[in-house]
């Protein structure tokens, strides 16, 4: 008897880890998305400030503003690349076993 249970308690556990693992993968591409929204919006802002920068040569702060802009593009890469590896994962693993999901990078294939 106690390992039917046990049995049955793995069983459980199993089928309980995969909602929760969806749900997370779910949760990770909408920060993606609302990060990738957020370093958009704070780059418009920073282009404006590019523009007064340089309107009133005040060149330094424009080198300041374009290494900012820099930042933000190279962080939009790695959330917009984390963000189609989730997709990727979530939507091209339905015909495999249940379970988390493993990473897809497309510079291993």
Request: proline content about 2%.
């Amino acid at each position: 008897m106690k390992r039917t249970i046990g049995l049955a308690t793995m069983i459980l556990s199993g089928y309980l880890l995969v909602p929760c693992a969806q749900a997370q993968t779910w949760q990770d591409m909408r920060s993606d998305r609302n990060a990738i929204h957020e370093d958009r919006d704070a780059l418009h802002h920073d282009k404006k400030e590019l523009r007064q920068d340089l309107r009133n040569g005040d060149y330094d702060a424009a080198r300041h503003e374009r290494a900012e802009m820099e930042h933000r593009r190279q962080d939009m890469r790695e959330e917009g690349q984390d963000l189609r590896n989730d997709w990727w994962n979530r939507h091209h693993d339905d015909d495999q076993e249940r379970g988390p999901r493993g990473f897809h990078n497309d510079d291993n294939d």
